[in-house]
């Protein structure tokens, strides 16, 4: 069996795990996921610098855990690797030299893996997903729908053109005192509120362009909140339901855009497939609107199960894995430096505005 060491420090969550494959179906070993919140939640967000300190302290740790709970040691290890952008430097800085130095030390290759690329493959580990498919990434700090062709190959077919749509969860759930991190607390208010009660916008909705666009979204979540200032618990519950509405209902007209493209492009292909991916990915209203788009195009939907749609390092040693049986796992990956901006697709130029939090995923 091939067993993959995976590193993931590049935001908030301190991750170690080992993915093995003996030929069958690839299996996750252990997926060992230390989470920051406790350290960031006072300042309503991830802090670099808190960050960073954090990894160095618990990194050693989360990897002998991942080892141990996988019930090997390094030399049962046949590679290791590591997110090595995009992210906040800081941690990738930890999670990259602490990944050369225990491949140095134990004599094993080193794969410098792109967190984007962890997000893209998770559903070839997870179901064994044939390429071509189409992917939509939905995270803290990207929004963009990508044509995963191959390994390392991707073209991005549309992206947002201000915030993503994690960062609008987070937005909208500070602005109403809502806790850290955003996402899962809007949905939980949400799921007892009115979704009818604010028209909130609908951006670019029903446009040619494939593009996503939140930043109107959020505005209008702003103007009304201030008009009803002070919030009962039910204004809020009402502003998330009607927010959640405006974001699934846009996203599936955007994405409704691609999967035409694609079922165009691959019309060999009898069942077109859909992957969503990052941390969005977990809402269960959004997954209920794609699945239903998917119906309604003649896709199949494929989201990973919860635990591995946010930040988790089983998507880094998979990704590390399919490089290295493809032969791309890189020359010279011990002096491959941390890039904080890597997009998956670097023909794509980035769109205005898009990615300004810091081009994370
Ligand atoms: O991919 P991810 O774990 O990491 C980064 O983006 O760094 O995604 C985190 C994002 C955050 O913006 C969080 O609020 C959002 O995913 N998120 C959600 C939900 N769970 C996490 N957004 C909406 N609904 C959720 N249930
Ligand atoms: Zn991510």
């Known amino acids: 069996m091939t067993r993959v060491l995976g590193i993931e420090t590049s935001c908030d969550e301190t991750a170690a795990a080992v993915v093995g ?4 179906a690839p299996a996750i070993l252990s997926n060992v996921v230390l989470s920051q919140i406790a350290e ?16 160095v302290e618990a990194l050693d740790g989360v990897i002998e855990a991942a080892l141990a709970e996988a019930g090997c040691t390094l030399s049962d290890i046949d590679a290791i690797a590591a997110t090595a952008g995009p992210g906040l430097i800081g941690g990738l800085i930890v999670g990259l030299t602490t990944a050369k130095a225990v491949a140095a030390a134990a004599g094993k290759p080193l794969v410098p893996v792109n967190h984007l690329e962890g997000h893209a493959l998770t559903a070839r580990l997870t179901d064994g997903l044939e390429f071509p498919y189409l992917l939509l990434l939905v995270s803290g ?12 190959r991707y073209a991005r077919w549309a992206s947002t053109i201000d915030d993503a749509l994690g960062e609008a969860f987070d937005k909208t759930a500070k602005l109403l005192g809502l806790p850290y991190p955003g996402g899962p607390s809007v949905e939980r208010a949400a799921a007892s509120g009115n979704a009818r ?7 670019l909705k029903g446009e040619a362009r494939p593009d996503f666009s939140f930043s109107g979204l959020k505005t209008a979540v702003r103007r009304a909140a201030t008009e009803l200032a ?3 618990e039910a204004d809020i519950a009402d502003i ?5 509405a405006a974001v699934t209902e846009t996203l599936a007209d955007r994405v409704r855009k691609s999967l035409e493209r694609f079922r165009k492009e691959h019309a060999a292909l009898d069942e077109p497939a859909l992957v969503v991916a990052g941390g969005v990915a977990a809402n269960q209203a959004i997954r209920t609107a794609l699945e239903a788009l998917c119906g309604e195009e003649g ?16 998507m880094i040693a998979w990704a590390g894995m399919e490089r290295l049986a493809a032969g791309l796992a890189g020359d010279d990956a011990l002096s491959f430096a941390p890039r904080p901006r890597w997009p998956l697709d670097e ?8 990615g300004k939090r810091g081009a994370k995923a």
Request: glycine share 12%; aromatic share 8%; hydrophobic share 45%.
């Open 21 to 24: 494959d003996d030929g069958g």
């Open 40 to 55: 960031h939640s006072a300042f309503g967000g991830v802090v670099p610098e808190i960050a960073a300190r954090a990894h």
């Open 141 to 152: 700090g990207h929004t963009q729908i990508v044509h995963v062709e191959g390994i390392g």
């Open 197 to 203: 009660r604010f028209a909130f916008p609908r951006p």
């Open 230 to 232: 002070p919030l009962s």
């Open 240 to 244: 998330c339901a009607s927010f959640q």
């Open 299 to 314: 896709f199949r939907l494929v989201a990973p199960p919860l635990k591995l749609c946010g930040d988790n390092a089983a």
């Open 347 to 354: 023909a794509s130029a980035p769109l205005f505005g898009a």
